[in-house]
Structure formats: C-alpha cells, structure tokens
C-alpha cells in the first residue's frame, strides 16, 4: 500500500520524532511520570495484590556511572525502596529506552537497622486510627475537647538502643479551638503508638494534664489582624523589560557563563547537577559542581521527658524533603519574574504524582553593588565605576510540619554559588503548667513564651552533599592555616605578621573539620593538576556559616546516628551509594550505616574525585518574638572561587540593558 507524502498521521509521527530527537535529556534527569510508571508497573506485578502487601517508600534515578559519557542509549536505572509483606526492599528496575520491557536487575531484602522514609499517605492513616481509638476519645472528653477540632501528628520514636522490630510512630494531638494555629495548643501528657505496617494501636498513654494554652492572638491569618498597624507599604513593581536572562531547556538552566541542571528528589528535594562556568578563552566549559544537595537536616529536641525525648528527627531520612516540597506561590513565594517547574514523585501506591512549582528561577537585583570604585586622585579627574549585582536564584521551600525550610541556590557572575537556608514557620510548644517565670523551679527544657506555652531548645544541623570537580573530577580537600609570624629582622620595627601555610588532606580523618575550633583555618577544594598561568593551584573555596557543632554527649542516641554533626566539614571519595548522611534507612536506624561511619574507613581523598560533606547549623534558643510564629532566620555558606580564575571575572560583566 502507498503512502501519501501528506498523509496527516504521517506527519503527525515525524513531528513526533523530530521532538524526540532534538529533546534535551541529561543523564541526571529525575524520573519522569512515565517512568515512574514503568517502575510501578513492572514491581507490582511481580508482587501483585491481595497476596502481597507492596508500598513505596522511595523512587528515584539510581545514578548512573560517574563520570558519565553520553552515549547514544544512556542506561536509565530506577532504585526503588518498598515495604513488602512487612519486609523492606531494594529494588533497581533498568528502564532504558532500548529495552523491550523494563527489567529488575536487583531485588534484595534489607534486614539490617532502621527503616525507609515514611510516606504521607501511612503518616495520615495512622493519625486517623489513633482519633478513632475509644480511650483516646474518652481522652477527649473528659478534657472537654471536640474531636472535630483536634489535629494530630505522627512522630517518628528515633533510636534509643532499642531492637527495632516494627515501624512505629508516635501519634501527639492538638486542639484547633479558636484559631488555625493548632501548634500553640498542644494537648501535653497524651500519646497513642501507633503500629504502621498493622496500621493499628499498639500503645496509649494518658500520663499527666496540663493546662492547653489559650488560642487568643495566636491565629496567623492576615485578616485576623486588621487594624493592629496602620503601615501598608506603596508596593513594588518588578519588570524586566526585555524578558527574563536565563533560558531553561529540559532543566538545563543556562544564565550568563553559567550553565547547570535541576532535578528534584523524593527525599532530598532540590538538586543542582553538573553546574559549569564558561571560559571564553577557550571556548570551553569548565566544570566546578557535579551534584550539589541538602543530604539531611537533624533537628534534636533538647528535652527529657516522657513526651518528648524521642523528638530527635531526621527530616530527610524520616520524613523526606522532597516529598514535604509545597507549591510555591507565584509572586509571593518567588517574585513576578519567576519562572516555576513542577517535579514528580511516586506516591504511596508507587503511581506518579505530580508536585507543581516545587522550584522557581528567577533572576534578582536588589540594589546591591557587585564591585564599585571612586577614583579621586587622579588630577582633575573624578571617575566612578560599578557593577549592579545581579544574581541568578532558584528557590525550593519544604514544610516539615510546624517548620518551613525556604532554599536558595544563588548563582553570581563572579563565579560564586551561595546557598541560603531560611527558618520559618512555627515553633514546637510544650505545654505547661506555669504562668510566670517567678513559678518555676524546675527544668522547663525551653523558655516561657507565654502563659502554660514553652517554647523548646532545639537544633537544626543542615548536611550538605558537595562534590566538586572543579575542572575536572581529581581533586584535593586544601587546608591553609594563617599563622602568627615574628619578624626576626631587628632594622624593622614591627614584630610580628600573619602568613599562610596550606596542606593537603590524604585520608577521610585528616578532613574531619570542626571550624568552630579552629577559627584561622580556611577550607578550599582544590584541582591540584590545574595550575593558573602564574602557578598557583584552581580551586574553590568554602566560606561557611557561623560555625556551630552538636553539643549532645557522643554516646547519646541521637548523636550516634547523627555523629558527624560534630564536625562542620568531612570528605568521601566519591561513591555512588554514599549519598544520604543518615544512611539509607533512617527511620530507627542506629547510625551504623552513615556519613561518619563511612569516614571511619579512612580511604585516600587526596587528587581523587572527592566529595565535601559540609554541615552549618543554628542552635535556637527560644524567645518570645517566636510565638506564636517565628521570624524567619537564615543562615547560609558561599563556595567561592579562589585561584580558579586568571583575573577578576567581574571586569567583564557588562551593565544591564535597561535600568530606570
Ligand atoms: C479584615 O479585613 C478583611 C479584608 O478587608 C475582611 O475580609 C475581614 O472580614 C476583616 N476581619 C476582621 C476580623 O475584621
Ligand atoms: C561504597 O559505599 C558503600 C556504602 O557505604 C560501601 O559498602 C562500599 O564498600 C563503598 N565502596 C568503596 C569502594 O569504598
């Protein structure tokens, strides 16, 4: 049979492959809607229902070799972990266009410590049957509280040298009473454990009753306050005239030199990949982040009581950033000039869902200077010269119940990349007896923030996965040290000057850094094969945050599962399965299987591809400007080029078009 030239289908398929074709795929990409499916699909029929209880615990790329080649037919590889008839698995699924049908290549049961991530879906179920649980309702009613207005939560019970024999969570309730802010209304003294595999409750304790804090003033919403101030700004307006400076391909950013790939993980949320900076030079890219994530946020509770000891958590592991990632709002969230993309995860039933405006990219100026300078010394001249800092942003925010974790990845045209975290939201309330400080003569574990409301001591210590390759994947952990000298020729009158002298870490213990203790000591990343013309050696430099370090005794429980809070800087030899700070199965997990056992192995770091584990933290101390929500606070660290350049990239930064 002959075809027509202009047969309409025909056509309809060569537009079709022509789109294919020219589609930019990185091979960092994460999974897509249909690939989540294709996993879905082939692992449910191997384990079908009714017979085989199967849920999804996590569902992500399984990375492929580093460094990659892009070769015609990229293996596409998924790692899975589900929960099979109360056994945990590890799955990988080959899903490579070439292949017929996807295959498992991998399908082992884990029967080590800890547990994968919890999904949403059990956190909810679980809080359902314990509302429904009739002690707890009787509960209820002998303190007089409508069930229809009581919020509950699932907290995870952490590690405390227990055998770990079934996934367990701890269901804690509120009243919403009065106002949308349940969090201030903590009902203090009542548990229900709930067992999330029988999905049933397997514990209840009634144990004390404190007052629950009043509701008045409390409630957030913006109509609840009218009339409490009579400023309302005039407003802003953000235009760029000329469209915005970046293009996205496929999550492929490209911004000025800078070029750099976005993927978004169950678990980790936001990813940068494989960011580079163009060397006009040479006409070439040179590579400086292969990956760059937060790998996991330990948030301890600084209290010894019954309710509270366990709040130990692990917001990656246990609760996954990715999967908490909210919608960002357009033009509050993110400014008008703000481009939004949605990310994809497998839900509970391991079928895709889709999360929208997971991350905005939105170019910024803020008024602020890049460089400027006045020259008045020369005669009869007056010249001033600037640079507008104008700075490329993408943005992720994830609520982890009460907290709101707002993340900034800045790209500067100095070669500088800044990470930003905010903290926000609402406090964790202890309730309590006490109205005034006068009356307490105990341990409170935080500060009276209000009448019966306790505001608890906590931390927050932010790991993050940096492995540089700063032109080229060899490198090398640069430690220089700044030195008090004495000047030892007697003509001159000074005595003493500070030099630097630098070391190379060998061995994972050599880059165990705790900056908190060594304030002179600066930490680069170094191409020790690359050599600028004049010789000194490319790399990049961490400049930190405040430095703060966990101050909970080694041997307690939290701080062996979290044991390289200790430190503000280790570095791995880059492995692909070391990616996860809390290790794979954090949930319960007794810290066998983690960023600080890893480094125990002691393996050689030096010109090899390496990763920098870097950890900034906030040890917040609770006062009352944090009730009933808390201003936002932020903390962040700056990888900053440092030799890796010949001159000042900011001499050709060119002014932007149009500024009035
Ligand atoms: C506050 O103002 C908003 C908008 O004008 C209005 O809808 C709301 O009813 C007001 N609330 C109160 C408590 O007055
Ligand atoms: C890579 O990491 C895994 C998990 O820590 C470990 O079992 C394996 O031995 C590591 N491989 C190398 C070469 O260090």
Same mark, same amino acid.
């Given at each position: 049979?002959?075809?027509?030239?202009?047969?309409?289908?025909?056509?309809?398929?060569?537009?079709?492959?022509?789109?294919?074709?020219?589609?930019?795929?990185?091979?960092?990409?994460?999974?897509? !809607?249909?690939?989540?499916?294709?996993?879905?699909?082939?692992?449910?029929? $191997?384990?079908?229902?009714?017979?085989?209880?199967?849920?999804?615990?996590?569902?992500?790329?399984?990375?492929?070799?580093?460094?990659?080649?892009?070769?015609?037919?990229?293996?596409?590889?998924?790692?899975?972990?589900?929960?099979?008839?109360?056994?945990?698995?590890?799955?990988?699924?080959?899903?490579?266009?070439?292949?017929?049908?996807?295959?498992?290549?991998?399908?082992?049961?884990?029967?080590?410590?800890?547990? !994968?991530?919890?999904?949403?879906?059990?956190?909810?179920?679980?809080?359902?049957? *314990?509302?429904?649980?009739?002690?707890?309702?009787?509960?209820?009613?002998?303190?007089?509280?409508?069930?229809?207005?009581?919020?509950?939560?699932?907290? %995870?019970?952490?590690?405390?040298?227990?055998?770990?024999?079934?996934?367990?969570?701890?269901?804690?309730?509120?009243? &919403? @009473?009065?106002? $949308?802010?349940?969090?201030?209304?903590?009902?203090?003294?009542?548990?229900?454990? %709930?067992?999330?595999? @029988? &999905?049933?409750?397997?514990?209840?304790?009634?144990?004390?009753?404190?007052?629950?804090?009043?509701?008045?003033?409390?409630?957030?919403?913006?109509?609840?306050?009218?009339?409490?101030?009579?400023?309302?700004?005039?407003?802003?307006?953000?235009?760029?005239?000329?469209?915005?400076?970046?293009?996205?391909?496929? /999550?492929?950013?490209?911004?000025?030199?800078?070029?750099?790939?976005?993927?978004?993980?169950?678990?980790? #949320?936001?990813?940068?990949?494989?960011?580079?900076?163009?060397?006009? @030079?040479?006409?070439?890219?040179?590579?400086?982040?292969?990956?760059?994530?937060?790998?996991?946020?330990?948030?301890?509770?600084?209290?010894?009581? /019954?309710?509270?000891?366990?709040?130990?958590?692990?917001?990656?592991?246990?609760?996954?950033?990715?999967?908490?990632?909210?919608?960002?709002?357009?033009?509050?969230?993110?400014?008008?000039?703000?481009?939004?993309?949605?990310?994809?995860?497998?839900?509970?039933?391991?079928?895709?869902?889709?999360?929208?405006?997971?991350?905005?990219?939105?170019?910024?100026?803020?008024?602020?200077?890049?460089?400027?300078?006045?020259? *008045?010394?020369?005669?009869?001249?007056?010249?001033?010269?600037?640079?507008?800092?104008?700075?490329?942003?993408?943005?992720?925010?994830?609520?982890?119940?009460?907290?709101?974790?707002?993340?900034?990845?800045?790209?500067?045209?100095?070669?500088?990349?800044?990470?930003?975290?905010?903290?926000?939201?609402?406090?964790?309330?202890?309730?309590?007896?006490?109205?005034?400080?006068?009356?307490?003569?105990?341990?409170?574990?935080?500060?009276?923030?209000?009448?019966?409301?306790?505001?608890? +001591?906590?931390?927050?210590?932010?790991? +993050?996965?940096?492995?540089?390759?700063?032109?080229?994947?060899?490198?090398?952990?640069?430690?220089?040290?700044?030195?008090?000298?004495?000047?030892?020729?007697?003509?001159?009158?000074?005595?003493?000057?500070?030099?630097?002298?630098?070391?190379?870490?060998?061995?994972?213990?050599?880059?165990?850094?705790?900056?908190?203790?060594?304030?002179?000591?600066?930490?680069?990343?170094?191409?020790?094969?690359?050599?600028?013309?004049?010789?000194?050696?490319? #790399?990049?430099?961490?400049?930190?945050?405040?430095?703060?370090?966990?101050?909970?005794?080694?041997?307690?429980?939290?701080?062996?599962?979290? *044991?390289?809070?200790?430190?503000?800087?280790?570095?791995?030899?880059?492995?692909?399965?070391?990616?996860? *700070?809390?290790?794979?199965?954090?949930?319960?997990?007794?810290?066998?299987?983690?960023?600080?056992?890893?480094?125990?192995?002691?393996? /050689?770091?030096?010109?090899?591809?390496?990763?920098?584990?870097?950890?900034?933290?906030?040890?917040?101390?609770?006062?009352?400007?944090?009730?009933? $929500?808390?201003?936002? $606070?932020?903390?962040?660290?700056?990888?900053?080029?440092?030799? +890796?350049?010949?001159?000042?990239?900011?001499?050709?930064?060119?002014?932007?078009?149009?500024?009035?």
């Amino acid at each position: 049979m002959k075809h027509s030239f202009f047969n309409p289908i025909l056509i309809f398929l060569i537009i079709q492959l022509s789109s294919l074709i020219t589609t930019e795929t990185h091979p960092l990409d994460s999974l897509s !809607p249909h690939e989540i499916t294709q996993v879905q699909t082939t692992i449910s029929q $191997i384990y079908p229902s009714p017979t085989h209880i199967l849920t999804f615990h996590y569902m992500g790329l399984d990375d492929p070799p580093k460094p990659k080649t892009a070769t015609q037919n990229p293996t596409r590889m998924a790692y899975v972990i589900a929960r099979i008839n109360r056994t945990t698995h590890e799955i990988t699924v080959d899903i490579s266009k070439h292949l017929r049908s996807p295959t498992i290549l991998i399908d082992k049961v884990y029967k080590g410590n800890g547990y !994968p991530t919890l999904t949403n879906e059990e956190q909810n179920n679980a809080n359902k049957v *314990a509302m429904e649980y009739s002690p707890f309702v009787e509960s209820m009613k002998k303190r007089k509280l409508k069930v229809e207005e009581i919020v509950c939560l699932s907290f %995870v019970i952490g590690w405390f040298g227990q055998k770990q024999e079934r996934r367990i969570v701890k269901v804690r309730c509120y009243s &919403m @009473e009065d106002t $949308i802010n349940f969090y201030m209304r903590p009902i203090e003294g009542v548990t229900v454990t %709930v067992d999330l595999d @029988e &999905m049933k409750v397997v514990g209840f304790i009634d144990r004390v009753e404190v007052p629950i804090p009043k509701a008045y003033g409390t409630d957030y919403r913006e109509e609840k306050h009218n009339g409490t101030t009579d400023f309302v700004h005039q407003g802003f307006r953000i235009i760029q005239p000329n469209g915005a400076g970046f293009t996205i391909d496929n /999550d492929i950013v490209r911004w000025g030199k800078w070029e750099f790939h976005l993927s978004f993980d169950a678990r980790v #949320g936001l990813i940068i990949s494989t960011a580079s900076i163009e060397d006009l @030079e040479n006409k070439k890219r040179r590579p400086i982040l292969y990956r760059g994530f937060l790998s996991e946020v330990f948030v301890p509770y600084m209290d010894a009581t /019954d309710e509270w000891y366990y709040r130990t958590y692990f917001d990656a592991g246990e609760y996954g950033l990715g999967q908490l990632t909210v919608p960002l709002q357009p033009n509050i969230d993110c400014p008008p000039n703000a481009v939004f993309i949605d990310g994809y995860i497998a839900s509970q039933d391991g079928k895709p869902l889709k999360m929208p405006k997971v991350f905005c990219v939105f170019e910024r100026y803020s008024g602020d200077i890049m460089w400027r300078h006045t020259e *008045a010394s020369i005669p009869n001249q007056f010249i001033t010269e600037t640079r507008r800092e104008v700075t490329l942003i993408v943005r992720t925010i994830s609520t982890i119940g009460n907290y709101d974790y707002i993340f900034d990845w800045e790209f500067f045209q100095s070669g500088s990349i800044k990470v930003k975290v905010g903290l926000t939201g609402i406090l964790e309330i202890r309730g309590t007896k006490y109205n005034h400080k006068d009356q307490i003569h105990e341990e409170i574990y935080g500060t009276l923030l209000a009448p019966n409301t306790v505001g608890s +001591f906590h931390d927050h210590f932010f790991t +993050f996965h940096l492995d540089l390759d700063i032109d080229g994947h060899l490198n090398s952990l640069m430690k220089t040290f700044l030195e008090t000298r004495h000047v030892t020729n007697h003509n001159i009158p000074r005595k003493s000057y500070w030099s630097v002298k630098q070391e190379t870490a060998n061995t994972e213990c050599d880059a165990r850094i705790h900056l908190g203790s060594k304030p002179t000591l600066e930490i680069s990343v170094v191409n020790p094969n690359k050599l600028t013309k004049v010789g000194n050696i490319k #790399g990049y430099r961490l400049i930190p945050a405040t430095p703060i370090s966990s101050l909970l005794m080694d041997d307690d429980y939290p701080q062996i599962r979290a *044991a390289n809070t200790k430190y503000s800087v280790l570095v791995t030899p880059y492995n692909k399965s070391e990616k996860w *700070a809390s290790g794979l199965f954090t949930d319960q997990g007794s810290g066998d299987d983690t960023l600080a056992t890893w480094t125990l192995r002691n393996r /050689d770091i030096k010109n090899k591809d390496i990763v920098l584990w870097y950890t900034m933290g906030l040890h917040h101390v609770t006062c009352q400007e944090d009730f009933p $929500i808390m201003p936002t $606070i932020s903390a962040g660290f700056e990888l900053r080029p440092s030799n +890796f350049f010949e001159t000042n990239p900011v001499l050709s930064v060119k002014s932007p078009k149009s500024m009035t």
